[in-house]
Antibody
Framework: KLVESGGGLVQPGGSLRLSCAVS????????MHWVRQAPGKGLMWVSR????????IYADSVKGRFAISRDNAKNMLYLQMNSLNSEDTAVYYC????????????WGQGALVTVSS | DIQMTQSPSTLSASVGDRVTIICRAS??????LAWYQQKPGKAPKPLIY???TLESGVPSRFSGSGFGTEFTLTISGLQPDDFATYYC?????????FGGGTKVEIK
């Protein structure tokens, strides 16, 4: 099970940290991703982290502003989002993938992030 | 980046119809192609991976085919629960990319 938290309303230029609590499987065996969906729009991959947290990658649109991390001891995934703008407004999903390139076989329920003044 | 293009963007159909959704990749994605179903206000649900392998628990009326740059999702005998939006996704190379979605509506 994946349960996101930490979403909410933030002003442009602000910061927010999303969390994803993991249960029911061996967290450190899987690579984890964040995927977002702007209101009424399609799905966009945001970031991925490998199972030991040493090799994060990011979509160009968030590179340098977002940071993905994980705590395997606590079964938690995080997304630190800085310098937020209106284009970051979306539902953010925590997803599970197999090592390396993989589809997402498990999704969280999503956390809504709204960037507005 | 591999661009994924779905068609049609909207499809009107009746219960019992056979529907086909097409997904085209801008580059060879081999069979690293997944399909997801999303209902309003819910997270996407995986249906098919490796272009044609059904996820556990997915009804057999769903099927997928294709290789390389052209893929199809077919629903044989549309059920009321199938009215939703469907997305394809390539996972052959980073960044993983999705199609724009196909909304299946009640005719």
């Amino acid at each position: 099970k994946l349960v996101e938290s930490g979403g909410g309303l933030v002003q442009p230029g602000g910061s927010l940290r999303l969390s994803c609590a993991v249960s029911g499987f061996t967290f450190n065996s899987y690579w984890m991703h964040w995927v977002r969906q702007a209101p009424g729009k399609g799905l966009m991959w945001v970031s991925r982290i490998n199972n030991d947290g040493t090799a994060p990658i990011y979509a160009d649109s968030v590179k340098g502003r977002f940071a993905i991390s994980r705590d395997n001891a606590k079964n938690m995934l995080y997304l630190q989002m800085n310098s937020l703008n209106s284009e970051d407004t979306a539902v953010y999903y925590c997803t599970r993938g197999q090592p390396n390139l993989s589809y997402y076989d498990l999704w969280g329920q999503g956390a809504l992030v709204t960037v507005s003044s | 980046d591999i661009q994924m293009t779905q068609s049609p963007s909207t499809l009107s159909a009746s219960v019992g119809d056979r529907v086909t959704i097409i997904c085209r990749a801008s580059q060879n994605s081999y069979n690293y192609l997944a399909w997801y179903q999303q209902k309003p206000g819910k997270a996407p649900k995986p249906l098919i991976y490796r272009a044609s392998t059904l996820e556990s628990g997915v009804p057999s009326r769903f099927s997928g085919s294709g290789f390389g740059t052209e893929f199809t999702l077919t629903i044989s005998g549309l059920q009321p629960d199938d009215f939703a939006t469907y997305y394809c996704q390539q996972y052959n190379s980073n960044p993983l990319t999705f199609g724009g979605g196909t909304k299946v509506e009640i005719k």
